[in-house]
């Protein structure tokens, strides 16, 4: 059993660079916020290597690129040099070097300045032949964060996880891991110290979504540090509970499945005004409180084309040896895979309203009880009776 706290080997740009990463947002679509949200500095935030291959993992280059591409990369301690290649993802790039194996470090000598990046321990092993879950966190309860990991432990067979701390203040590293001492069943936990700029939103669910990079730099950093290696992979939030219609586990369908990829849609879960459990300083909201949920609208768009505006975007399972290796895990899909956007009607997550920090925008405001709009989820209140929610 593993229990573990592990860093990266991000580097940046100093704070007197005259050169930083320039935004391409429209001024005028940034909003007050944010520059104090973008990360103009980070320009690598990890790196890894496996068979004689070196990844590094960093925020897009942008107006960096060009600079970097002339740059000298050398492989430390043997001092041989190496070529780059650069894979642009979306809001991510990626420099693979193939470099001998016993690499510690990559030297990148450029106009921007004289960098060293360590190669870090890949952990790749660890989770090998485990069904793992992975997700990034900022300051979520740990109450809600030990029920998320007792559920999908108790409905469908979570062995491992890897949870990505945004920089959490109310809590250390060491108490988060010290929480999970509380969940059995669990053999590995890894907590990776993620502490860069989540990064400004877009504008409505579809415009400008171009600056949040460090969850999508999260998310390829547990491929090819962690998880490439695992059974199979769940990717969801803290505030998200994936259940079955048919009462499988998702690990069982994914690894089962023609592609080895399932995605799935979900449904917000509101509170409701004298039947959920009132809110007080005493007690944070779990996830057992809540019986309704948002029944599911279908309107039209163009006339014909069947639109779900309360819908939530998938999210999804995969069996990481059968991803494309130039496919990019992300937020909502595998981009690059046509395969991850085939939506499973068997499995759904529950989007739970009120489990929040009320990061994004204020999510405490309840509705009053319609049944033309909610419904009791019968689904949802037998998969809470089958957790363990206490051990």
């Known amino acids: 059993m593993t229990r573990t706290?592990?860093?990266?080997?991000?580097?940046?740009?100093?704070?007197?660079?005259?050169?930083?990463?320039?935004?391409?947002?429209?001024?005028?679509?940034?909003?007050d916020d944010f520059e104090s949200r973008f990360d103009r500095h980070t320009l690598c935030y990890d790196a890894v290597i496996e068979s004689g291959r070196a990844r590094l993992i960093c925020p897009p280059l942008l107006n960096l690129q060009p600079r970097i591409e002339k740059a000298t990369f050398t492989a430390l301690p043997s001092g041989r040099r190496a070529a780059p290649e650069f894979l642009t993802l979306d809001r991510q790039t990626q420099i693979l070097l193939d470099v001998p194996d016993d690499t510690r470090a990559i030297r990148i000598q450029s106009e921007l300045g004289d960098f060293s990046v360590a190669i870090m321990e890949g952990m790749l092993d660890l989770f090998a032949g485990?069904?793992?879950?992975?997700?990034?966190?900022?300051?979520?309860?740990?109450?809600?964060?030990?029920?998320?990991?007792r559920f999908h432990r108790d409905i469908h067979g979570v062995t491992a996880i890897l949870l990505y701390d945004n920089a959490s203040t109310d809590y250390s590293s060491e108490d988060l891991l010290q929480a999970f001492e509380a969940v059995g069943g669990i053999e590995h936990v890894?907590?990776?110290?993620?502490p860069f700029k989540f990064g400004p939103p877009g504008v409505g669910k579809k415009r400008y979504w171009d600056s949040d990079f460090a969850k999508l730099g999260a998310t390829e950093d547990a491929r090819w540090r962690f998880l490439n290696k695992a059974r199979s992979v769940l990717n969801c939030d803290i505030d998200e509970l994936v259940l079955s219609s048919t009462g499988e586990s998702i690990f069982d369908r994914v690894e089962a499945s023609r592609f080895g990829v399932i995605s799935f849609f979900g449904d917000w879960v509101f509170g409701i005004e004298g039947v959920t459990p009132p809110r007080s300083p005493d007690r944070a909201p779990r996830f057992y409180d809540y019986r309704h949920v948002l029944r599911e609208i279908r309107e039209t768009k163009h006339v014909v084309l069947p639109h779900y505006p309360?819908?939530?975007?998938?999210?999804?399972?995969?069996?990481?040896?059968?991803?494309?290796?130039?496919?990019?895990w992300h937020f909502h899909k595998i981009g690059g895979w046509w395969p991850s956007r085939l939506a499973s009607r068997s499995f759904r997550f529950r989007h739970f309203r009120e489990i929040s920090t009320n990061w994004k925008y204020d999510r405490l405001s309840r509705e009053p009880l319609d049944l033309t709009r909610q419904r009791e989820d019968a689904l949802m209140t037998e998969a809470f009776a089958r957790v363990n929610w206490d051990g």
């Open 5 to 31: 706290i592990v860093k990266t080997s991000a580097v940046s740009l100093p704070p007197t660079s005259e050169i930083l990463r320039e935004p391409t947002r429209p001024v005028e679509m940034r909003g």
């Open 190 to 194: 890894v907590i990776v110290e993620w």
């Open 130 to 149: 485990h069904r793992a879950m992975f997700t990034m966190s900022k300051n979520n309860r740990l109450e809600w964060i030990l029920d998320w990991a």
């Open 310 to 328: 309360m819908r939530c975007q998938p999210k999804w399972a995969a069996v990481p040896d059968r991803v494309p290796a130039r496919a990019q």
